[in-house]
């Protein structure tokens, strides 16, 4: 056998589902809401074929983007704390 697959009941990268409590995306009439357990050093969000269209330097634990402008369509939030990466997909 050159490989075995193995299966586990958790959220991918995150330590007895810690990740979901640590890192909160909603939306909220036409703004992205995001919330972290630790402060953000920036916030990233991707359109479905990776382009960046938007890039926000913040240092807080709360943030909110206007997401009016943005077609309708699937993105990815990526926020970067003092020591993690978190990814989130949403459907606007």
Known sequence: ?????????????????????????????HYAMISTAESMKSVKIY?????????????????????SSFQSGTYVIEVLTTNRYFTRKIIK
């Open 47 to 67: 359109d479905i074929t990776g382009k960046l269209i938007f890039h926000k330097k913040v240092n807080k634990k709360d943030f909110q983007i206007d997401t």
């Open 1 to 29: 056998n050159r490989f075995q697959i193995l299966y586990a009941n958790s959220t991918l990268g995150s330590e007895s589902g810690q990740t979901e409590k640590e890192f909160i995306v909603y939306q909220q009439n």
